[in-house]
Structure formats: structure tokens, C-alpha cells
């Protein structure tokens, strides 16, 4: 995260989540946000840290008896353009956030489908499984007779949507040429198999991308 207040501002402009931040270490040498305002967060527990220096965080974690935290590294992910779009999007489609939400715009191809209904397709094994840890009370696609990625869906998909994001998994796998089989878990219907025989084209892709 940037150190300079102007730059601060900014990336929350470009983010769209101007007030909403909330620095906890800098935030007395800050403008009040939103969550100070509405009396969410006490400001008068906030800290006033400001410049490069890390004396005053050291000497804070020595203090809490904190170890093990990896050295500093620039860059905030709300300055990527990708990720903050994700946020942004994140933030007009939900009501209720959860922890488990925002960690999964960290993972995958993520795509609108529409308002109410968003799928993330693992792009790899270990995204695969992280995708299979945050499905609780979600459903969960995984391809059941070929290799192909995990797509975790945020909304309920009807009968048309069920086909069409199999038909992702067929995209994203090396079997995109022919029929595939998918496991399709609802927590709240059990699990079904669904054939999938369609692959979404490219403008497809291009235009619901997040």
C-alpha cells in the first residue's frame, strides 16, 4: 500500500471504495472513514503511524507477542487493476460479505454471468482444492470422467446455466472436443451428474470476464 495520501486516495478512487478502508496503524493521521463514523470502529483505539519506518510496528508486535510475520513487500492488491475489479463487482452484486468471499477473489478466472449468479474456475490443482475448501454452502462443479478444473458458484444456476458452465469446465480442460460428464454438488439437492456438451465461445468469455 502506498505511503503518499494523495496515491492513497487515488487507488480508493479507482477502486470505487472511497471511506470504506480502514488503516488501523495510520488511521489517526488519516480522515475519518466510514466505519469510524457510523461508531462500527472506535478511533480513539486506532494508531497514528505514519512514514517508512518500522520501529513503531515492531515494537507493537513485540509487544503482542507476535512472530513469524514475513518481511515487507510492496504492492497492495487494490492497485491491480484485475483485482480491484473484482472487488468492485464483489461489492454491487452482495449484500453480506464474508471472509470466505473475499478470499476467493484471490483465486481463479472469475465470471458474471448475471446479477445473481458468478462462477471462479480454478486454473490450477492447488486452486482446485482451495475453491473445494470455501464450497460450503455453495454449489461445486468438478468434471466427473476427464481432468478438468473445479468451478465454485456464487447463486443459484437454472437448468440452462447448469449446461453452460459445464461447458466451461470442457473449455478450460484438454477435453474440449468432445462430450464430458459433470458432478454438480448442491448442498441443499445433493449431487447430480449433468452432461455437458457445449463450450462457451471466446467473445463469451471476453464479455462476462471479471
Not at 470504506?20 to 480522515?31: E, Y
Not at 513503531?56 to 507477542?65: C, F, G, I
Not at 459433470?182 to 451428474?193: A, F, M, W
Amino acid at each position: 500500500m502506498s505511503q503518499r495520501r494523495h496515491t492513497l486516495r487515488l487507488i480508493e478512487k479507482q477502486a470505487e471504495c472511497q471511506g470504506i478502508v480502514l488503516r488501523p496503524l495510520s488511521a489517526k493521521v488519516l480522515p475519518p472513514t466510514g466505519p469510524e463514523d457510523a461508531d462500527v470502529v472506535d478511533r480513539d483505539l486506532l494508531l497514528d503511524v505514519a512514514g517508512r519506518g518500522r520501529k513503531v510496528q515492531l515494537a507493537l508486535a513485540s509487544k503482542l507477542n507476535l512472530t513469524g510475520f514475513s518481511a515487507p513487500a510492496g504492492g497492495c492488491l487494490l492497485t491491480d487493476k484485475n483485482f480491484s475489479r473484482r472487488v468492485r463487482d464483489l461489492l454491487q452484486h452482495s449484500d453480506d460479505l464474508s471472509h470466505e468471499d473475499l478470499e476467493a477473489l484471490r483465486i481463479g478466472r472469475h465470471y458474471r454471468i448475471r446479477p445473481g449468479l458468478k462462477v471462479i474456475v480454478g486454473r490450477r490443482e492447488s486452486e482446485n482444492d482451495r475453491l473445494e475448501s470455501l464450497s460450503s454452502g455453495k454449489v461445486l462443479f468438478s468434471p466427473s470422467d476427464f481432468p478438468g478444473p473445479v468451478i465454485l458458484v456464487v447463486g443459484k444456476p437454472d437448468s440452462e446455466e447448469l449446461e453452460l458452465i459445464g461447458g466451461l469446465i470442457r473449455r478450460y480442460s484438454k477435453q474440449t472436443y468432445r462430450e464430458g460428464k459433470i458432478s454438480v454438488h448442491d448442498p441443499e439437492t445433493g449431487t447430480q451428474i449433468v452432461q455437458a456438451t457445449g463450450v462457451p465461445s471466446d467473445d463469451w468469455l471476453t464479455q462476462h470476464l471479471i
